[in-house]
Protein backbone atom coordinates (compact mmCIF):
# COMPACT_ATOMS: atom_id res chain seq x y z
CA UNK A 1 0.00 0.00 0.00
CA UNK A 2 1.48 2.99 -1.03
CA UNK A 3 -0.92 6.12 0.29
CA UNK A 4 0.02 9.95 -0.40
CA UNK A 5 -1.98 12.66 1.68
CA UNK A 6 -2.86 15.91 0.66
CA UNK A 7 -5.48 18.79 1.36
CA UNK A 8 -7.98 21.26 -0.31
CA UNK A 9 -8.71 24.78 -0.27
CA UNK A 10 -11.87 23.77 1.65
CA UNK A 11 -10.10 22.89 4.60
CA UNK A 12 -9.13 26.36 4.68
CA UNK A 13 -13.29 27.47 3.81
CA UNK A 14 -12.68 27.93 0.35
CA UNK A 15 -15.65 26.92 -1.29
CA UNK A 16 -16.51 29.53 -3.87
CA UNK A 17 -13.61 31.17 -6.00
CA UNK A 18 -15.47 34.61 -5.82
CA UNK A 19 -16.15 34.64 -1.63
CA UNK A 20 -14.33 38.07 -0.41
CA UNK A 21 -13.55 36.12 2.66
CA UNK A 22 -11.11 33.59 0.79
CA UNK A 23 -7.67 33.72 2.00
CA UNK A 24 -5.44 34.07 -0.56
CA UNK A 25 -4.25 30.96 -2.82
CA UNK A 26 -0.80 31.79 -1.91
CA UNK A 27 -1.26 31.62 1.84
CA UNK A 28 -3.25 28.28 0.91
CA UNK A 29 -0.16 26.75 -0.67
CA UNK A 30 2.14 27.48 1.83
CA UNK A 31 0.18 26.62 5.29
CA UNK A 32 -0.84 23.17 3.32
CA UNK A 33 2.69 22.75 2.71
CA UNK A 34 3.67 23.78 6.26
CA UNK A 35 1.66 21.49 7.84
CA UNK A 36 2.66 18.36 6.58
CA UNK A 37 1.50 17.11 2.66
CA UNK A 38 2.65 16.23 -0.16
CA UNK A 39 -0.25 17.64 -2.26
CA UNK A 40 -3.53 19.77 -2.67
CA UNK A 41 -6.63 19.96 -4.37
CA UNK A 42 -7.18 22.83 -6.68
CA UNK A 43 -10.58 24.10 -5.12
CA UNK A 44 -13.23 25.88 -7.18
CA UNK A 45 -12.03 26.69 -10.56
CA UNK A 46 -10.79 30.42 -10.45
CA UNK A 47 -9.71 30.43 -7.11
CA UNK A 48 -5.77 29.45 -8.18
CA UNK A 49 -4.76 30.75 -11.10
CA UNK A 50 -5.68 28.83 -14.66
CA UNK A 51 -2.68 30.27 -16.48
CA UNK A 52 -0.47 27.01 -15.93
CA UNK A 53 2.70 29.14 -15.91
CA UNK A 54 2.34 31.05 -12.89
CA UNK A 55 0.45 28.02 -10.49
CA UNK A 56 2.97 25.73 -11.84
CA UNK A 57 5.77 27.75 -11.05
CA UNK A 58 4.57 28.15 -7.20
CA UNK A 59 3.32 24.89 -7.23
CA UNK A 60 6.84 23.42 -7.77
CA UNK A 61 8.64 26.23 -5.60
CA UNK A 62 6.94 24.87 -2.77
CA UNK A 63 6.77 20.87 -3.71
CA UNK A 64 3.59 20.07 -3.49
CA UNK A 65 1.62 18.18 -6.22
CA UNK A 66 -2.25 19.22 -7.74
CA UNK A 67 -3.83 16.03 -7.09
CA UNK A 68 -7.32 16.87 -8.62
CA UNK A 69 -10.07 18.88 -8.85
CA UNK A 70 -13.63 19.50 -8.13
CA UNK A 71 -17.00 20.25 -9.97
CA UNK A 72 -18.88 21.87 -7.54
CA UNK A 73 -22.05 22.84 -9.31
CA UNK A 74 -26.50 22.21 -9.69
CA UNK A 75 -26.12 18.98 -11.89
CA UNK A 76 -29.95 18.67 -10.47
CA UNK A 77 -30.70 21.92 -12.89
CA UNK A 78 -30.98 21.18 -16.46
CA UNK A 79 -31.45 25.59 -16.48
CA UNK A 80 -27.64 25.46 -15.43
CA UNK A 81 -26.34 22.99 -17.51
CA UNK A 82 -23.93 26.02 -19.30
CA UNK A 83 -22.62 26.50 -15.46
CA UNK A 84 -22.12 23.08 -15.01
CA UNK A 85 -20.00 22.03 -18.43
CA UNK A 86 -17.77 25.27 -18.36
CA UNK A 87 -16.83 24.81 -14.98
CA UNK A 88 -15.79 21.15 -15.69
CA UNK A 89 -14.01 21.92 -19.02
CA UNK A 90 -11.67 24.29 -16.97
CA UNK A 91 -11.55 22.58 -14.30
CA UNK A 92 -10.15 19.44 -16.80
CA UNK A 93 -7.98 22.08 -18.92
CA UNK A 94 -6.08 23.11 -15.50
CA UNK A 95 -5.88 19.27 -14.43
CA UNK A 96 -4.54 18.45 -17.61
CA UNK A 97 -1.95 20.98 -17.27
CA UNK A 98 -0.41 20.31 -13.93
CA UNK A 99 -0.11 16.06 -14.29
CA UNK A 100 -3.13 16.09 -12.18
CA UNK A 101 -5.43 12.91 -12.31
CA UNK A 102 -8.76 13.30 -10.74
CA UNK A 103 -11.97 14.69 -11.46
CA UNK A 104 -14.34 14.84 -8.86
CA UNK A 105 -18.32 15.23 -9.66
CA UNK A 106 -20.36 17.01 -7.00
CA UNK A 107 -24.08 18.18 -7.15
CA UNK A 108 -24.06 21.20 -5.26
CA UNK A 109 -26.14 22.24 -2.98
CA UNK A 110 -29.98 22.42 -3.35
CA UNK A 111 -32.70 25.10 -1.10
CA UNK A 112 -35.04 21.96 -1.66
CA UNK A 113 -32.69 19.47 0.07
CA UNK A 114 -30.70 21.62 2.28
CA UNK A 115 -33.32 20.89 5.25
CA UNK A 116 -33.50 17.36 4.79
CA UNK A 117 -29.84 17.19 4.83
CA UNK A 118 -29.06 14.30 7.15
CA UNK A 119 -33.12 13.22 6.78
CA UNK A 120 -33.41 10.71 4.28
CA UNK A 121 -37.20 10.08 5.22
CA UNK A 122 -38.00 13.58 4.22
CA UNK A 123 -35.21 14.56 0.93
CA UNK A 124 -37.47 16.08 -1.55
CA UNK A 125 -37.25 13.45 -4.96
CA UNK A 126 -36.57 14.02 -8.21
CA UNK A 127 -38.99 12.96 -10.41
CA UNK A 128 -38.27 10.12 -13.09
CA UNK A 129 -37.50 12.77 -16.08
CA UNK A 130 -35.20 15.05 -13.99
CA UNK A 131 -33.67 11.86 -12.54
CA UNK A 132 -32.84 10.89 -16.49
CA UNK A 133 -31.86 13.99 -17.22
CA UNK A 134 -29.46 14.24 -14.16
CA UNK A 135 -27.74 11.05 -14.39
CA UNK A 136 -26.76 11.91 -18.13
CA UNK A 137 -25.68 15.14 -16.81
CA UNK A 138 -23.02 13.13 -14.78
CA UNK A 139 -22.96 10.65 -17.41
CA UNK A 140 -21.82 13.47 -20.04
CA UNK A 141 -19.24 15.01 -17.91
CA UNK A 142 -17.70 11.70 -17.14
CA UNK A 143 -17.22 10.80 -20.83
CA UNK A 144 -15.55 14.36 -21.26
CA UNK A 145 -13.23 13.74 -18.06
CA UNK A 146 -11.96 10.05 -19.36
CA UNK A 147 -12.47 10.19 -22.72
CA UNK A 148 -11.32 13.66 -23.84
CA UNK A 149 -8.55 14.46 -21.36
CA UNK A 150 -7.37 11.04 -19.78
CA UNK A 151 -8.84 11.23 -16.06
CA UNK A 152 -10.61 9.13 -13.21
CA UNK A 153 -13.98 10.69 -12.44
CA UNK A 154 -15.27 9.57 -9.79
CA UNK A 155 -18.57 10.71 -8.06
CA UNK A 156 -18.61 12.20 -4.76
CA UNK A 157 -21.99 12.39 -2.52
CA UNK A 158 -22.57 15.71 -0.86
CA UNK A 159 -24.97 16.75 2.04
CA UNK A 160 -27.90 18.93 0.94
CA UNK A 161 -27.64 17.74 -3.03
CA UNK A 162 -29.32 15.64 -4.52
CA UNK A 163 -26.76 13.14 -4.77
CA UNK A 164 -26.41 12.58 -0.76
CA UNK A 165 -28.10 9.34 0.84
CA UNK A 166 -27.18 5.47 0.38
CA UNK A 167 -29.63 4.75 -1.83
CA UNK A 168 -29.29 6.82 -4.62
CA UNK A 169 -25.88 6.44 -4.87
CA UNK A 170 -26.33 3.58 -5.11
CA UNK A 171 -29.14 4.13 -8.03
CA UNK A 172 -26.71 6.17 -9.89
CA UNK A 173 -23.54 4.09 -9.83
CA UNK A 174 -25.74 1.06 -11.51
CA UNK A 175 -26.80 3.80 -14.36
CA UNK A 176 -23.54 4.82 -15.31
CA UNK A 177 -20.72 2.78 -16.40
CA UNK A 178 -17.88 1.95 -13.86
CA UNK A 179 -15.59 2.54 -16.72
CA UNK A 180 -16.58 6.01 -17.19
CA UNK A 181 -17.35 6.95 -13.57
CA UNK A 182 -15.88 5.91 -10.21
CA UNK A 183 -16.46 6.37 -6.45
CA UNK A 184 -14.53 9.33 -4.44
CA UNK A 185 -16.45 8.85 -1.37
CA UNK A 186 -15.83 11.49 1.53
CA UNK A 187 -15.99 9.36 5.29
CA UNK A 188 -17.49 12.87 6.45
CA UNK A 189 -20.34 13.27 3.84
CA UNK A 190 -21.27 9.45 4.67
CA UNK A 191 -21.97 10.01 8.15
CA UNK A 192 -23.94 13.03 7.91
CA UNK A 193 -26.22 10.88 5.40
CA UNK A 194 -26.37 8.70 7.81
CA UNK A 195 -24.45 5.35 6.55
CA UNK A 196 -21.51 3.57 7.28
CA UNK A 197 -18.57 4.49 4.75
CA UNK A 198 -16.07 1.71 5.78
CA UNK A 199 -19.42 -0.85 4.66
CA UNK A 200 -20.23 1.25 1.89
CA UNK A 201 -16.27 1.63 1.05
CA UNK A 202 -16.18 -2.60 0.87
CA UNK A 203 -19.31 -3.33 -0.87
CA UNK A 204 -17.53 -1.00 -4.02
CA UNK A 205 -13.85 -1.53 -3.45
CA UNK A 206 -13.14 -2.24 -7.05
CA UNK A 207 -15.00 1.72 -8.24
CA UNK A 208 -12.96 3.15 -5.09
CA UNK A 209 -10.98 5.44 -6.90
CA UNK A 210 -10.39 8.32 -4.63
CA UNK A 211 -10.90 8.58 -0.84
CA UNK A 212 -11.68 12.15 1.38
CA UNK A 213 -10.92 12.28 4.56
CA UNK A 214 -13.28 13.95 7.35
CA UNK A 215 -14.72 13.28 10.73
CA UNK A 216 -17.50 14.40 12.07
CA UNK A 217 -18.84 15.73 15.37
CA UNK A 218 -21.73 13.72 16.17
CA UNK A 219 -22.99 16.04 19.03
CA UNK A 220 -23.04 18.81 16.22
CA UNK A 221 -24.31 16.79 13.59
CA UNK A 222 -27.23 15.56 15.68
CA UNK A 223 -28.16 19.41 16.73
CA UNK A 224 -27.93 20.60 13.35
CA UNK A 225 -29.87 17.92 12.01
CA UNK A 226 -32.92 18.63 14.80
CA UNK A 227 -32.94 22.12 13.84
CA UNK A 228 -32.09 22.14 10.18
CA UNK A 229 -29.11 23.92 10.28
CA UNK A 230 -27.89 25.19 6.42
CA UNK A 231 -24.98 23.26 5.82
CA UNK A 232 -22.08 26.39 5.87
CA UNK A 233 -23.85 27.26 8.83
CA UNK A 234 -23.03 24.09 10.38
CA UNK A 235 -19.22 24.30 9.30
CA UNK A 236 -19.07 27.48 10.88
CA UNK A 237 -20.10 25.15 14.10
CA UNK A 238 -17.63 22.65 14.00
CA UNK A 239 -19.89 20.05 12.54
CA UNK A 240 -16.43 18.77 10.42
CA UNK A 241 -13.73 17.99 13.60
CA UNK A 242 -10.53 17.17 13.72
CA UNK A 243 -9.74 13.51 12.91
CA UNK A 244 -9.99 11.42 15.65
CA UNK A 245 -12.12 13.63 17.08
CA UNK A 246 -15.60 11.78 15.66
CA UNK A 247 -17.59 9.53 14.34
CA UNK A 248 -15.26 8.04 11.49
CA UNK A 249 -13.57 4.64 12.54
CA UNK A 250 -10.05 6.01 10.51
CA UNK A 251 -8.39 2.57 12.16
CA UNK A 252 -11.18 0.44 10.13
CA UNK A 253 -10.30 2.76 7.13
CA UNK A 254 -7.01 2.12 7.34
CA UNK A 255 -7.25 -1.98 7.48
CA UNK A 256 -9.29 -1.74 4.21
CA UNK A 257 -7.24 0.60 2.39
CA UNK A 258 -4.09 -2.13 3.38
CA UNK A 259 -6.29 -4.91 3.11
CA UNK A 260 -7.62 -4.18 -0.60
CA UNK A 261 -3.26 -2.55 -1.79
CA UNK A 262 -4.84 1.04 -2.16
CA UNK A 263 -2.44 3.20 -4.10
CA UNK A 264 -2.82 6.80 -4.31
CA UNK A 265 -3.81 9.83 -2.91
CA UNK A 266 -6.21 10.83 0.04
CA UNK A 267 -7.35 13.92 0.58
CA UNK A 268 -7.93 15.71 3.94
CA UNK A 269 -10.44 18.11 4.19
CA UNK A 270 -12.12 19.89 7.33
CA UNK A 271 -14.46 22.38 5.77
CA UNK A 272 -15.15 25.38 7.85
CA UNK A 273 -16.14 29.11 7.91
CA UNK A 274 -13.48 31.26 5.76
CA UNK A 275 -14.06 34.17 8.22
CA UNK A 276 -14.28 32.06 11.17
CA UNK A 277 -11.79 31.88 14.72
CA UNK A 278 -10.20 28.16 13.56
CA UNK A 279 -6.72 28.19 13.00
CA UNK A 280 -7.11 26.11 9.34
CA UNK A 281 -3.43 25.57 9.54
CA UNK A 282 -3.27 24.01 13.33
CA UNK A 283 -6.39 21.84 12.21
CA UNK A 284 -4.45 20.55 8.90
CA UNK A 285 -1.52 20.15 11.24
CA UNK A 286 -3.29 18.21 13.79
CA UNK A 287 -4.94 15.80 11.42
CA UNK A 288 -1.98 14.95 9.58
CA UNK A 289 0.01 14.23 12.93
CA UNK A 290 -2.78 11.78 13.67
CA UNK A 291 -3.03 9.83 10.89
CA UNK A 292 0.91 9.59 11.39
CA UNK A 293 0.04 8.41 15.28
CA UNK A 294 -2.05 5.17 13.87
CA UNK A 295 0.67 4.38 11.38
CA UNK A 296 -1.35 6.13 8.55
Known amino acids: MTIKFGNAPCSWGVEFADDPRNPSWQRVLDECKAAGYDGIEL ?20 NLQLIGGVVFRP ?23 HGAKHLVLIDSISPLRAPAAGRPDEAVQLSETEWHGFVSRFRDIAKMG ?48 GFDPVAFMKRHRERLAYVHFKD ?12 R ?11 F ?30 DCDPAGTTSPVGDASANRQYLRSINF
Not at 250 to 267: E, P, S
Open 229 to 239: TDFYKACGQGI
Open 75 to 97: FHDANKWDEVKDGALRTCKSLVA
Open 216 to 227: IDPKVRADVIAK
Open 146 to 193: TEDFGLTVSLHPHAAGFMDFESEIERLLAQVDDKLLKLCLDTGHSHYA
Open 43 to 62: GPIGFMPEDPTVLGDVLAAR
Open 241 to 270: CNLGKGMTDFKAVRQLLLDTDYNGWCTIEQ
